[in-house]
């Protein structure tokens, strides 16, 4: 069993509200010591030593949100490409949605996943089951055996759930069987040939578009479920400022809710579709400067509980297309923290809360051992330079995809390696 020590680091760990400078020992596949006080107890005969001075160390990234081609679609990602790409952004831990071909809503999808992903992805991948067989939102799965199949969530990915009675049955059984139910709410007759946000710009552009009451509406619903049902419900994505309101009565009101917002949603708005870049063509769209300034308090405040990618790979085939036939998303793992870290620079939102987001947040919310630096942890870390500058380009990025939000964007905050169980699996 190897021995690391991280020394001269700046150790940043929301599970225990610590900002310091100090040294990280990985011992095998643990952490035995982090902190200012790990300076103390010397370095580990034969240890492999690395100088982080000038870096931070973090826990590593959980992605809740995360959507991948295999199988079905492995010309977009295979669970091997994704882990590569998550690697590269500091995630070691991911939870996969269930929209896939064939749809992850049986046990035996769920081990294929499982499987696939301890023979092939260097990160841990985590499958979410879907709630309805074939996300078709008209049968349920049998959501205790996927759960103890391995499945962390339920979830209908992409869809929603119009059926209320089917809903109600779903969030009872969540409960019931000790998982979360993760739900995008969209109307699905409200705005349903929208393919941006309703509004002016829209109407210049010529496009047709969703409004934010679409989103909304549903949400105040599953609120109702979620109060009648005492089921854990975790609103998947938000992105207007009337959904942050909802979720935070809800939690006012005690009830089990969480909530996430895609990274997209909060460093940009319907402006930066601009010239029919089908790459922003998103779903939830991307909305009013307001409502992306209502997600960066909301987070801020912690009524938005998590950051997702909500990494979404597309091909060619999908994406250049005139804006209205394209399809909706963008892939995001590489470029999740870099984003995110512009809330740290600017002064948004401060350091702490932006990794806790990241980490400790989703892994608690999904009952998955990861996202702290405590002694005694799963050594899945990542050393950061918060300050260093980088470009994304498109030659660099390891998905199958390339279709990312932030193709030439400058980024200041850049992942210098990432260890998952204790070993190293990316490094620049």
């Not at 070691?92 to 035996?108: Q, Y």
């Not at 854990?232 to 207007?240: G, K, R, V």
């Not at 950061?384 to 380009?393: F, G, N, R």
């Amino acid at each position: 069993m190897s021995t690391t020590v991280l020394q001269n680091a700046r150790i940043v760990d929301p599970s225990r509200g610590l900002d310091e400078i100090g040294t990280l020992i990985i011992d095998g596949d643990r952490i035995v010591a982090s902190g200012a006080d790990a300076r103390n107890q010397g370095t580990p005969e034969g240890a492999t030593i690395i100088d982080c001075k000038g870096k931070s160390v973090l826990p590593g990234l959980v992605d809740a949100r995360v959507f991948i081609g295999e199988p079905g679609a492995e010309h977009r990602e295979t669970i091997a490409s994704a882990s590569h790409a998550a690697a590269a952004g500091g995630v070691t831990s991911m939870i996969m949605m269930p929209d896939t071909d064939p749809v992850i809503d049986n046990v035996a999808l769920v081990e294929f996943v499982l499987r696939t992903a301890r023979d092939t992805a260097v990160v841990n991948v985590y499958p979410a089951a879907a709630i309805t067989k074939g996300l078709n939102g008209e049968e349920m799965t049998e959501i205790g055996l996927l759960r103890e199949a391995g499945a962390v969530a339920i979830s209908e990915g992409r869809h929603s759930i119009a059926n209320t009675q089917l809903m109600r049955r779903a969030l009872t059984y969540a409960r019931d069987f000790g998982v979360v139910l993760a739900h995008e709410a969209q109307d699905p007759y409200l705005g349903v040939n929208g393919v941006m946000n309703e509004g002016l710009f829209a109407s210049w552009l010529g496009l047709s578009g969703t409004p934010r009451e679409a989103e909304v509406i549903p949400l105040e619903r599953d609120m109702r479920l979620a109060a009648l049902t005492q089921g854990a419900y975790h609103a998947a994505q938000i992105s207007t400022a009337m959904s942050a309101e909802v979720i935070a009565k809800a939690k006012q009101d005690g009830l089990n809710v969480t909530s996430g917002v895609s990274i997209n949603h909060l460093s940009l708005n319907e402006n930066d579709v601009g010239e029919f870049r089908t790459f922003f063509r998103l779903q939830p769209p991307l909305r009013l400067e307001e409502d992306r300034l209502a997600m960066v308090e909301a987070l801020r405040e912690g009524v938005i509980d998590i950051i997702v990618s909500a990494h979404d790979p597309q091909d060619v085939d999908t994406k250049r297309l005139p804006f209205a036939d394209a399809a909706a998303g963008a892939i995001g793992l590489e470029t999740l923290l870099g984003a995110a870290l512009r809330l740290h620079h600017n002064g948004d939102v401060p350091l702490l809360r932006i990794v806790e987001a990241l980490s400790s947040a989703p892994a608690r919310i999904f009952g998955i051992e990861a996202g702290s630096l405590r002694p005694g942890a799963k050594a899945d870390v990542t050393i950061v330079d918060l300050d260093e500058p980088w470009v994304v380009k498109e030659e660099d990025l390891r998905s199958r995809s390339k279709n990312s939000c932030f193709e030439g964007a400058r980024f200041q905050g850049r992942v210098i390696q990432t260890f998952v169980a204790g070993k190293s699996v990316f490094s620049i």
